[in-house]
């Protein structure tokens, strides 16, 4: 069924509603053209060690030989990374990859639970782990199909003493490396020393192979594996890059990339994208260490950053950050969770940049919308759906619904997944026949094409019959001076059926309930209230700074 497309009507100057899809055959193939016309770039910075595109040539070639060679590894077998954001990472995934294998990314802050689901549910034949979270390896490898466990130091990558400096200190000072067995583990150095002077075979990679088993957050049930293939990723590198292209010069880009790299948004937002680019990523290991991030941001010449609403706001309250140069900066991309209209218009007042939001998902590699790169300022939109991406919203009988009206936002594209892994059933209930992705969150198109995110369906509070949509409580609390932080939540009511409850955390000590409720008084309507409002020091999140609302409602009922 054909409609209309009112968004291609406010396209930047420049972008057309097409990408070329054909132009690469693989994630390798980009790769290799930007080592090819940026050797002698920096790629990737970490600890104040910089590598070029060269040297990732050559590590990731050497990485790939020792998974074919050494390993015996065949071509779509998964290989397990699970590492923050160091040198050892890219080098990883691109060997990974030139090897004609599959990613698997895990997040290092797993449970042993956890990491044993995912180890068994993708049959991960070996896994490259940080040194610091071996130990979790060593509870569960034995329950898994893991044949070859490969662990790294922070330090291993950087120069000699600094690199054995820094193991050092985080095995024996701060004693961040708890003790571990693995017995026939090999040091990530030696597979790279295993594999010099080999050639690496000619692996014809296809559009339809698995690039990355991504793993979504698990919040409805047990995670899933989200099958996504070369043809996804070089997809979304090219809409995303055409996209952010028009702000920014080929070999020119320095971007800070804080967001863990087993992320979806990182890892193609700021690895794919600026290596594209012939970019440089300044991967920031620990970016939860505010005043230390904000130290190392205030070294960097950087061009673009990346990141969540929490990340930025931290950013934003830590002392120290309004007296960074932001004089180079022209391209800030806020996503993962809503941007909150005082995050970004408090970011735009420090940084002279606007904070522009983009929309995607795990299941969509992940950008579907994004804002045009010269917004003068924060609209409170999800953007526009980006070239060779249809977006549309539906109500619960599949129908697609008028301008204006709150539906489920659905989006097709060549980015959208291939299906999860190994789970039909699942891959079914979110994908149509039509190939339209559904994608649970509740959202409207304006006349212009723009579409605006409501809520997740199931974050929804129903009040007495009323929806009731935490993002707008939370963004008018969000705007007294008072508030750090601030969720919304739906907690079982006798009269109501559900009543709205509020979690802060106080910039001002001084703050009270009273204060709260009289701020919201003037600024929602009646429904919208919250009846309960909780302090805390903190609020649940995520690894990537994702408000956890569903452990705060949870936390609620049992009160």
Known sequence: MDFERPWLANYPKGIGPEVDLEKYASIVSVLEETCRLYRDNPAFANFGKKITYAEVDELSTRFANYLLHELKLKKGDRVALMMPNILQYPIAIFGVLRAGLTVVNTNPMYTARELRHQLTDSGASAIVVLENFAHVVEEVVADTPIKQVIVTGVGDMLAFPKGALVNFVLRHVKKQVPEYSLPGHVRFNDTLAKGVGKTLPAIELRGEDIAFLQYTGGTTGVAKGAMLTHRNLVANMQQSSIWIGTNATMGQEVIVTALPLYHIFALTANCLVFMKFGGLNYLITNPRDMPGFVKELSRIPFTAITGVNTLFNGLLN??????????????????????????????????????????????????????????????????????????????????????????????????????????????????????????????????QGFFYIVDRKKDMILVSGFNVYPNEVEDVIALMPGVLEVAAVGVPDDKSGEAVKVVIVRKDPALTADQVKAFCKENLTGYKLPRYVEFRDELPKSNVGKILRRELRDSAAKA
């Open 318 to 447: 830590t002392p120290g950050f309004d007296k960074i140069d932001f004089s180079r900066l022209h391209l800030t991309l806020g996503g993962g969770m809503a941007v909150q209209r005082a995050v970004a218009e408090r970011w735009k007042k420090a940084t002279g940049v606007t904070l522009v939001e983009a929309y995607g998902l795990t299941e969509t590699s992940p950008a579907a919308c994004i804002n045009p790169m010269d917004l003068p300022e924060y609209n409170g939109s999800i953007g526009l759906p980006i070239p060779s991406t249809d977006a549309c919203i539906k109500d619960d009988d599949g129908r697609m619904l008028p301008v204006d009206e709150v539906g489920e936002l659905c989006i097709r594209g060549p980015q959208v997944m291939a299906g999860y892994w190994q789970r039909p059933e699942e891959t079914a209930k979110v994908i149509d026949a039509d190939g339209w992705l559904h994608t649970g969150d509740m959202a409207k198109m304006d006349p």
